[in-house]
């Protein structure tokens, strides 16, 4: 094939990217598949007609990268093989807090169930190739595992201890149950019970545990701060500034340069304000508002919205260093009290928030809106602004809910000068709002809490967040200039990000349907799937029913959760054809491609009505926005991930810190709520304290429950009594696990006492629980103070783990001997992952937000 590049469909492309070009990735596939066989890479060479040694070195390293990739194994008999050939299964490995874990395949297709045994090989988060080993007991198809593409981790966070003068590590992430032995010498100051960070040196195998070196001492156990640290090593939160990023932030000025505010439209005369959080600290936005007063009268009426949000992309080049770990970063997370940001400091407290009274460059999103909240024009440009003043959402919801109070007056005598504007703003907020109802954008009403401090960072209270107009005025602002920012992608076939929203899932939907039917409500009619306009109408319709928050709680559970993508699906809940993120480049790095894709618009040659431009030079595309939809897709799967990541790490925060906030309320009796009904127990929250844990089954009062997934109860065998979704309970805390961030409740006695079939807290009422059959060898029922430790099923964990343990330590890990640990510091066996402990749960059913919830 001495020919190779008149038969490679990529040969262009690898002529420009490459002073010696050899075959593309996929003529190496190609050839692979069409050779019937397997080839070592000198037969390749042969075949390919690749001669020189730079070629030979060439094809090395690209064999190496496919199959780093996934795409080629690299077989025993020194052979690479297509991965497609082999009926091999590509995927990420999902752990289990239990020992077992699932692959979840790239391709989309039905997960392979994990044993322990196969887990044994691999850590949470891992890629591999696996092959279908055959169907466990319960049907599933198992899997086992062929080759580790990619590790997730190469360091670990867990607490040290030592045992026979053996040291390891236990990691803190419950999917990790592998304990990490610690290299003899390498445990640097690193005492028994503190956090560590250990580096991984060799892998887990079939006979041998991980081993690595203790690479930094995190703190103490209880140390205040400790939570957050914990988890940003935990789940590998980029934290610390490359060098390279602290350099060009350093040069950039604390002030914007004059010469950058050139050839830019001026907007200084206009009084823009931000309006956040008491406690905000970095200003994305900005926004003014004036009556339309079009000369011409069709046009006339209806209103100029101007949303300017800060120019990011100015500061961050393409490729810069700034840019790679913002890349890497892909958003700010907010823990309670904390922010790790995308940028640094200088950018996004300083040159790039609107910070008032000073001037800032800005990319202004110029919006026309009618008389009925319909966007009729719109126009984006570069510009200059200056913010006329810092308002909070009180300041802004006193001056325009509540004018005639003391406050309201007192507020606006001192914003005088903005609040014509304001009173704009509001009416044409109230506008946009019953547009948003006619179009059907579903409205849940759920509660977000803000977590208060006391003294060493201990949990004062746990405090309900308020949502006032103010609130809702900047989101529908936001939201406005969001759609405009997508309507513009798609006029002028710009490949962008889009934030989309699919529909419900087929099963989650059928689980609804199936739950609405037996309360006599029906979702929507037809041989199509629902529409946003049916999930609203039904909650309009239902809003006044007592059992309003049970109904809604399901319905919001059957949505998915929303993406980056380079795909253009629309969003279901919000019921947008096009919707992106345009609105926050300091905090969210999807935002901050939209704003270099409308400015590679602006800065283009292209005519369009839908840019202003004030004389500033064009520039090639490549250099401002170098992305195909190919790369976007990626970024668009990065920015997914770290949005799950700030979710997952924000969310174990909280549940330690309330946990902290519960520990030493073992014993008391409170107010719920059921949260959640599975088929192990009860999730209660906790009325007022916004506190969450586990009723597990076994600890139920005096008769066999059985779970009924549609109705979300656990229905009692004999007695009739039932635990439904919503229903007021009142539990006793029983226990607290900061380990596995779990707290424990029972049902109190009055709970026990309570006569059978007591209805919810003005419920309408339920059928009776109807009788259901179980293998008697699986019944789990014990009494109100049940010995969990008695259950079956945690049990055989247990004993399962053990026996893992065992063979492990005979393997040569380590040896089976006592823990030998100081007392403060040891850990009881009770407390040691991998068995499930009965009644454990997430503490926390809600996160603390410290961040204005803008769409």
Same mark, same amino acid.
């Not at 006193?398 to 507020?411: A, F, I, R, T, V």
């Not at 992608?489 to 037996?518: C, I, N, Q, W």
């Not at 009505?609 to 004389?615: D, E, F, I, S, T």
């Given at each position: 094939?001495?020919?190779?590049?008149?038969l490679?469909?990529?040969?262009?492309?690898?002529?420009?990217?490459?002073?010696?070009p050899?075959?593309?990735?996929?003529?190496?596939?190609?050839?692979?598949?069409?050779?019937?066989?397997?080839?070592?890479?000198?037969?390749?060479?042969?075949?390919?007609?690749?001669?020189?040694?730079?070629?030979?070195?060439?094809?090395?390293?690209?064999?190496r990268a496919?199959?780093?990739?996934?795409q080629?194994?690299?077989?025993?008999?020194?052979?690479?093989?297509?991965?497609?050939?082999?009926?091999?299964?590509?995927?990420?490995?999902?752990?289990?807090?239990?020992?077992?874990?699932?692959?979840?395949?790239?391709?989309?297709?039905?997960?392979?169930?994990?044993?322990?045994?196969?887990?044994?090989?691999v850590?949470?988060?891992?890629?591999?190739?696996?092959?279908?080993?055959?169907?466990?007991?319960?049907?599933?198809?198992?899997?086992?595992?062929?080759?580790?593409?990619?590790?997730?981790?190469?360091?670990?966070?867990?607490?040290?201890?030592?045992?026979?003068?053996?040291?390891?590590?236990?990691?803190?992430?419950?999917?990790?149950?592998?304990?990490?032995?610690?290299?003899?010498g390498?445990?640097?100051?690193?005492?028994?019970?503190?956090?560590?960070?250990?580096?991984?040196?060799?892998?887990?195998?079939a006979?041998?545990?991980?081993?690595?070196?203790?690479?930094?001492v995190?703190?103490?156990?209880?140390?205040?701060?400790?939570?957050?640290?914990?988890?940003?090593?935990?789940?590998?939160?980029?934290h610390?500034?490359?060098?390279?990023?602290?350099?060009?932030a350093?040069?950039?000025?604390?002030?914007?340069?004059?010469?950058?505010?050139?050839?830019?439209?001026?907007?200084?005369?206009?009084?823009?304000?931000?309006?956040?959080?008491?406690?905000?600290?970095?200003?994305?936005?900005?926004?003014?508002?004036?009556?339309?007063?079009?000369?011409?009268?069709?046009?006339?009426?209806?209103w100029?919205?101007?949303?300017?949000?800060?120019?990011?992309?100015?500061?961050?080049?393409?490729?810069?260093?700034?840019?790679?770990?913002?890349?890497?970063?892909?958003?700010?997370?907010?823990?309670?009290?904390?922010?790790?940001?995308?940028?640094?400091?200088?950018?996004?407290?300083?040159?790039?928030?609107?910070?008032?009274?000073?001037?800032r460059?800005?990319?202004?999103?110029?919006?026309t809106?009618?008389?009925?909240?319909?966007?009729?024009?719109?126009?984006?440009?570069?510009?200059?602004i200056?913010?006329?003043?810092?308002?909070?959402?009180?300041?802004?919801?006193?001056?325009?809910?509540?004018?005639?109070?003391?406050?309201?007056?007192?507020?606006r005598?001192?914003?005088?000068?903005?609040?014509?504007?304001?009173?704009?703003?509001?009416?044409l907020?109230?506008?946009?709002?019953?547009?948003?109802?006619?179009?059907?954008?579903?409205?849940?009403?759920?509660?977000?809490?803000?977590?208060?401090?006391?003294?060493e960072?201990?949990?004062?209270?746990?405090?309900?967040?308020?949502?006032?107009?103010?609130?809702?005025?900047?989101?529908?602002?936001?939201?406005?200039?969001?759609?405009?920012?997508?309507?513009?992608?798609?006029?002028?076939?710009?490949?962008?990000?889009?934030?989309?929203?699919?529909?419900?899932?087929?099963?989650?939907?059928?689980?609804?349907?199936?739950?609405?039917?037996?309360?006599?409500?029906?979702?929507?009619?037809?041989?199509?799937?629902?529409?946003?306009?049916?999930?609203?109408?039904?909650?309009?319709?239902?809003?006044?029913?007592?059992?309003?928050?049970?109904?809604?709680?399901?319905?919001?559970?059957s949505?998915?959760?929303?993406?980056?993508?380079?795909?253009?699906?629309?969003?279901?809940?919000?019921?947008?054809?096009?919707?992106?993120?345009?609105?926050?480049?300091?905090?969210?790095?999807?935002?901050?491609?939209?704003?270099?894709a409308?400015?590679?618009?602006?800065?283009?040659?292209?005519?369009?009505?839908?840019?202003? !431009?004030? &004389? $500033?030079?064009?520039? +090639?595309? =490549?250099?401002?926005?170098?992305? @195909?939809?190919? *790369?976007?897709?990626?970024?668009?799967?990065?920015?997914?991930?770290?949005?799950?990541?700030?979710?997952e790490?924000?969310?174990?925060?909280?549940?330690?810190?309330?946990c902290?906030?519960?520990k030493?309320?073992?014993?008391?009796?409170?107010?719920?709520?059921?949260?959640?009904?599975?088929?192990?127990?009860?999730?209660?929250?906790?009325?007022?304290?916004?506190?969450?844990?586990?009723?597990?089954?076994?600890?139920?009062?005096?008769?066999?429950?059985?779970?009924?997934?549609?109705?979300?109860?656990?229905?009692?065998?004999?007695?009739?009594?039932?635990?439904r979704?919503?229903?007021?309970?009142?539990?006793k805390?029983?226990?607290?696990?900061?380990d596995?961030?779990?707290?424990?409740?029972?049902?109190?006695?009055?709970?026990?006492?309570?006569?059978?079939?007591?209805? !919810?807290? &003005? $419920?309408?009422?339920? +059928?009776? =629980?109807?009788?259901?059959?179980? @293998?008697?060898? *699986?019944?789990?029922?014990?009494?109100?103070?049940?010995?969990?430790?008695g259950?079956?099923?945690?049990?055989?964990?247990?004993?399962?783990?053990?026996?893992?343990?065992?063979?492990?330590?005979?393997?040569?890990?380590?040896?089976?001997?006592?823990?030998?640990?100081?007392?403060?510091?040891?850990?009881?066996?009770?407390?040691?992952?991998?068995?499930?402990?009965?009644?454990?749960?997430?503490?926390?059913?809600?996160?603390?937000?410290?961040?204005?919830?803008?769409?």
């Amino acid at each position: 094939m001495a020919d190779w590049q008149s038969l490679d469909p990529e040969a262009a492309r690898e002529a420009e990217k490459y002073e010696n070009p050899i075959p593309s990735r996929e003529l190496i596939l190609q050839h692979l598949s069409e050779r019937g066989s397997p080839a070592a890479r000198e037969e390749l060479l042969a075949e390919l007609g690749l001669t020189t040694e730079d070629q030979e070195e060439a094809l090395r390293r690209r064999l190496r990268a496919m199959e780093r990739d996934g795409q080629l194994i690299y077989t025993r008999r020194g052979t690479y093989a297509p991965v497609d050939k082999l009926d091999l299964i590509r995927g990420r490995v999902s752990g289990h807090r239990d020992g077992f874990g699932f692959l979840v395949p790239d391709d989309g297709s039905d997960d392979l169930f994990l044993s322990p045994a196969q887990m044994r090989l691999v850590f949470d988060g891992d890629r591999v190739l696996a092959r279908v080993a055959g169907l466990d007991r319960r049907g599933r198809r198992e899997g086992a595992i062929v080759e580790v593409i990619e590790r997730a981790h190469e360091t670990i966070v867990g607490r040290y201890f030592e045992e026979a003068g053996i040291g390891y590590v236990e990691a803190d992430n419950p999917k990790i149950q592998q304990e990490v032995l610690v290299t003899p010498g390498r445990a640097g100051n690193a005492k028994v019970g503190q956090f560590v960070a250990i580096k991984i040196t060799h892998w887990p195998t079939a006979r041998f545990q991980p081993q690595g070196d203790i690479v930094e001492v995190v703190g103490n156990y209880m140390a205040p701060g400790m939570e957050i640290d914990v988890a940003l090593r935990s789940y590998d939160i980029p934290h610390v500034w490359p060098e390279a990023v602290i350099k060009e932030a350093r040069k950039l000025k604390p002030d914007v340069e004059e010469a950058d505010k050139e050839k830019r439209v001026d907007l200084r005369h206009l009084p823009f304000v931000t309006i956040d959080g008491e406690d905000a600290r970095d200003f994305d936005d900005a926004v003014y508002c004036e009556k339309n007063s079009s000369a011409w009268k069709l046009f006339s009426g209806g209103w100029k919205l101007y949303v300017a949000i800060a120019d990011v992309s100015h500061y961050v080049k393409v490729g810069s260093a700034l840019d790679e770990e913002a890349t890497k970063r892909g958003n700010s997370v907010y823990f309670p009290e904390r922010v790790v940001p995308m940028l640094p400091e200088e950018l996004s407290n300083g040159l790039c928030s609107l910070n008032p009274h000073v001037d800032r460059l800005a990319m202004v999103c110029e919006m026309t809106m009618s008389k009925a909240g319909k966007l009729v024009d719109y126009q984006f440009y570069e510009a200059v602004i200056h913010s006329h003043a810092r308002l909070t959402y009180n300041k802004v919801s006193y001056m325009l809910e509540q004018p005639k109070s003391s406050e309201g007056k007192s507020l606006r005598t001192e914003y005088k000068e903005v609040l014509p504007h304001l009173k704009q703003l509001y009416s044409l907020y109230q506008v946009l709002l019953a547009a948003r109802h006619e179009r059907g954008a579903i409205d849940f009403e759920t509660q977000e809490t803000r977590i208060i401090f006391g003294s060493e960072r201990k949990i004062a209270e746990i405090r309900p967040t308020q949502r006032n107009d103010a609130h809702k005025l900047i989101e529908e602002c936001m939201l406005a200039a969001n759609v405009a920012t997508a309507q513009f992608m798609k006029k002028h076939e710009v490949p962008s990000l889009y934030r989309v929203h699919d529909g419900p899932p087929p099963e989650r939907l059928e689980k609804l349907k199936a739950f609405l039917t037996e309360l006599g409500l029906v979702l929507h009619k037809g041989k199509e799937g629902p529409s946003p306009k049916d999930y609203q109408k039904l909650l309009q319709s239902i809003r006044e029913r007592p059992d309003f928050h049970l109904i809604q709680t399901v319905m919001l559970r059957s949505l998915s959760q929303a993406v980056y993508s380079a795909d253009n699906n629309g969003h279901f809940g919000l019921n947008y054809e096009a919707y992106t993120h345009f609105t926050s480049p300091i905090r969210r790095y999807p935002d901050l491609l939209v704003h270099r894709a409308i400015r590679s618009v602006i800065r283009s040659k292209m005519d369009t009505p839908h840019v202003r !431009r004030a &004389g $500033a030079v064009s520039m +090639p595309k =490549a250099r401002i926005y170098p992305y @195909d939809e190919a *790369a976007l897709e990626q970024l668009g799967e990065q920015c997914s991930m770290t949005e799950r990541r700030a979710d997952e790490a924000t969310r174990d925060v909280v549940n330690w810190l309330k946990c902290e906030f519960m520990k030493d309320r073992v014993g008391e009796t409170f107010e719920g709520v059921i949260t959640a009904v599975t088929g192990f127990g009860l999730f209660v929250e906790l009325k007022d304290i916004y506190v969450e844990g586990l009723v597990h089954v076994s600890a139920l009062p005096g008769d066999y429950y059985h779970f009924d997934p549609v109705h979300h109860r656990l229905a009692g065998e004999r007695s009739g009594r039932s635990f439904r979704l919503g229903d007021s309970v009142e539990v006793k805390v029983m226990r607290v696990d900061l380990d596995e961030r779990k707290i424990d409740f029972e049902m109190s006695q009055a709970a026990i006492d309570a006569p059978v079939g007591r209805k !919810r807290s &003005g $419920a309408r009422g339920e +059928p009776a =629980a109807e009788k259901a059959s179980a @293998d008697k060898g *699986a019944r789990r029922g014990k009494s109100a103070t049940g010995a969990v430790a008695g259950n079956t099923d945690v049990q055989k964990s247990r004993d399962l783990k053990k026996a893992l343990l065992s063979g492990a330590k005979s393997g040569g890990s380590k040896p089976a001997a006592g823990r030998a640990s100081d007392g403060a510091a040891k850990k009881a066996p009770s407390h040691r992952k991998g068995a499930p402990k009965a009644g454990s749960a997430p503490a926390a059913a809600s996160k603390s937000r410290q961040r204005k919830a803008k769409p």
